[in-house]
């Protein structure tokens, strides 16, 4: 008798926790997506993560907006070689992806028309 | 007759398995602060590694990316960076 009164306390008890919670847990990204900084944070952790940009391809081989893809396909070829032979594999991951980030900005400058 | 097949199999395995063809590439850039994770990948180095390893590590992977040879100071600065960070860290570490 009395073990069923408490079952029912605890069940109702944690069901108007567990409301409560994701009521404010709602709340609070609410609050966060109207100051704007979440979603900031949220861009920058995307985009840092998942792709390179075109500036940090250009610093990562060491060329400049003005140099040709000759000029990076060399320093692409001699860094990588570098790497693989006594460099890490994650520098050598950065500088290949490097080189794709800017292949592909030379492909569609191409593409364009315009000289990059 | 099976284990004959087996041991040939396995030998032709070991053999092939020289060169890694599987490598998938680290995906992205740089991390906008660097942790010790990424210092450690960079290095190629374990994360606990000892002050010798590192700075052992550091020369080696400077040398492949120097400036002077055909590197970048963007990567240069992160391989100090990189071995600051081990080193600083290690060092509080080994301390306790």
Known sequence: MAGKLIANLIVMGSGIIGRAMLQAYRKALDNANKTGVAHETINNIRRASKTMTEQEARQILGVSEQSTWEEIAQRYDNLFERNAKSGSFYLQSKVHRAKECLENVYQKNKQDGTPP | ?96
């Open chain 2, 1 to 96: 007759m099976g284990s004959r097949y087996m041991l040939q199999a396995w030998q032709a395995f070991r053999t092939r398995a020289a060169m890694p063809r599987v490598w998938r590439f680290y995906p992205g850039g740089f991390e906008r602060e660097m942790t010790r994770r990424e210092a450690a990948l960079i290095l190629g180095v374990r994360e606990r590694a000892a002050f010798d390893k590192i700075k052992e590590a550091h020369k080696r992977v400077m040398v492949a990316n120097h400036p002077d040879a055909g590197g970048s100071h963007y990567i240069a600065s992160k391989i100090n960076e990189a071995k600051d960070m081990l080193m600083g860290k290690g060092k509080s570490g080994s301390m306790f």
